[in-house]
Every structure is written in C-alpha cells, then in structure tokens.
C-alpha cells in the first residue's frame, strides 16, 4: 500500500501521559499536514510541512503539542501532558505542492482516547 | 481561503443523482473549488476540483456557475456505499502552499 499511513491506529492514555503519533506520507509528496477532528466536526487543521520545514501552526497547536518531520519523510505528533479534551482523530495527509494544484491524501487517522 | 456554506444533511435513493450544492460567494479568482467526502471512520477522499470549467472524472461531476459563487457536485448514480460527510473547500492555487480549511460540510445518506 502506497497511501499515507499512521501509527498507532488508536491510542488510549491516561490524563497526564504524552503520547507520540506518527505519519508517514506518500513518498514523492514533500507537503504533510496534521488535522485533529472530533465527533461531528470537519477536521481542523493544526499544522503543516514544506519538507522539513514547519510553515504554518493552528491557535489549536497549544504548547503541549509538538509536530516534526525531522528528514522532510516522516513526521510525528507529540502531545504532552494528555488532557480529556484532546481525545480526537488525528489526521495526517500529503501532498504533492510546489507550484501545481494538487489534492491531499489522507491517512487513516489515530483515534486517541484519554482517561 | 474563502469561506463555503453547505446544508447540513442531504438524503437521495440509491441509483438516482444525488446533487451537493455550495456556496462560496466570496471566492477569490485564484481559488479553486474541491470536494472531499468522508466515509465513516475514514480519513477523507479526495474527489474532484476545478477552476471555472466544469469537471468530470470517474467518481463525480463538478459544476461551476459562470460567476463561480456557486458549484454543485453530481454523484450520478448513488449507491449505499456514498453514504459520507461531503466537504466543500475553496483554496488558493497549491503554489502559495494553503492549507485545507475543512467546514461541518454535508452529510449524505442514501436510501435503498
């Protein structure tokens, strides 16, 4: 399978723990973005990647969020000091950018549950 | 990127065309209309975008109005399976690097 995958597929923590998600886009895309949706709701953007380099952060990505894409590859997702609010589906999706409309590829998401 | 309004929800029978209208009044000439559905517990599916021109492709129909305020995609013949939460997104050309903005979009059922 050559899609976007993610890692774990669901995480349960409890309050207080951090957490790490991983996303490992479609190879030849050096565009990667991290959505967190919750129940009913369109996904909301929290972040991207132009290769390695993080262009754009969400008032959503407090300072207990932490996003990477250390070799403009994959990319992980850190949440410290887990709260309930921040069970969700995190998203992550590619695209190919650079200069050509493009669609973005998403992956199956991480369901994170916090009690 | 501009801002779109859909309804909330949407029914149509299986086999008929199911039409998902949106408004995006305030788009910009550069931005582009996509559509993206969302199967229960899935990430979401592309489907189709344009600029002005309407759009066909294996999945849908995109139909732009002249004054590209409005759009309609056309899922010709609906079956169970299209049963999703379909997004409406305006953006700028993927050159300024934009990011998706996702709205509640419109969730559509599709009835045997």
């Known amino acids: 399978d050559t899609g976007v995958s993610q890692d774990p597929r669901h995480k349960i923590t409890k309050r207080g723990q951090n957490v790490t998600f991983r996303c490992d886009p479609i190879s030849e895309h050096n565009r990667l973005y991290w959505y967190r949706q919750t129940l009913g709701q369109g996904p909301e953007f929290l972040t991207y990647f132009q290769n390695e380099a993080q262009l754009e952060k969400s008032r959503l990505l407090s300072d207990r969020f932490s996003a990477e894409r250390p070799k403009g590859s994959f990319s992980t997702l850190e949440i410290q000091r887990t709260e309930q609010g921040d069970s969700a589906m995190y998203l992550c999706?590619?695209?190919?950018?650079?200069?050509?409309?493009?669609?973005?590829?998403f992956g199956q998401g991480t369901r994170l549950t916090v009690v | 990127d501009a801002k779109t309004t859909q309804p909330t929800s949407m029914d149509c029978a299986e086999g008929r065309a199911a039409n998902l209208p949106c408004n995006h009044s305030?788009?910009?000439?550069?931005?582009?209309v996509y559509w993206y559905r969302q199967i229960h517990s899935q990430g979401p599916q592309y489907i189709i975008h344009?600029?002005?021109n309407n759009e066909t492709n294996e999945m849908a129909s995109l139909i732009i109005t002249e004054d590209r305020k409005s759009s309609t995609l056309i899922l010709p013949h609906a079956t169970l399976r299209d049963t999703a939460v379909y997004y409406c997104?305006?953006?700028?050309?993927?050159?300024?690097?934009?990011?998706?903005?996702f709205g509640s979009g419109t969730r559509l059922s599709i009835r045997p």
């Open positions: 344009g600029l002005k």
């Open positions: 997104i305006v953006r700028v050309d993927d050159s300024s690097a934009s990011k998706i903005i």
């Open positions: 305030t788009i910009s000439g550069n931005e582009y």
């Open positions: 999706a590619s695209s190919r950018g650079g200069g050509s409309v493009t669609e973005a590829f």
